[in-house]
Nanobody, 125 residues
Framework: QVQLVESGGGLVQAGDSLRLSCVVSETVSARFMGWFRQYPGKEREFVAAVNRGSGHTYYADSVKGRFTISRDNSKNTVFLQMNSLKPEDTAVYYC???????????????????WGQGTQVTVSS
């Protein structure tokens, strides 16, 4: 069973930075890895994704220019560097792995096969 383990969440002030990490427990064939976030009582929303082969990246408009997704395939790890954090970035952040997603579905949680347990990010004003 593939496991994804996130780390790096925490409590920061507006304008600060955080770096989330997600380690995949084993080497699996997966085309994309992504980050989603979830507000209380809301559906998970897409944040960013990376093509594990090419390194091409994709972002939600709300985080473009502030967040950077990257991957280290040698360590089965994906990162989310979050800069200029805002209170509205407060959420539980999840990493996810998509084995056969296509570009047009990257923003959909249903495109991803495996999920981490989530890590809380809280940004105070």
């Amino acid at each position: 069973q593939v496991q994804l383990v996130e780390s790096g969440g925490g409590l920061v002030q507006a304008g600060d930075s955080l770096r989330l990490s997600c380690v995949v427990s084993e080497t699996v064939s997966a085309r994309f890895m992504g980050w989603f976030r979830q507000y209380p009582g809301k559906e998970r929303e897409f944040v960013a994704a990376v093509n594990r082969g090419s390194g091409h990246t994709y972002y939600a408009d709300s985080v473009k220019g502030r967040f950077t997704i990257s991957r280290d395939n040698s360590k089965n790890t994906v990162f989310l560097q979050m800069n200029s954090l805002k209170p509205e970035d407060t959420a539980v952040y999840y990493c996810a792995l998509a084995q056969r997603a296509i570009l047009s579905t990257l923003h959909l949680p249903t495109a991803y096969n495996h999920w981490g347990q989530g890590t809380q990010v809280t940004v105070s004003s």
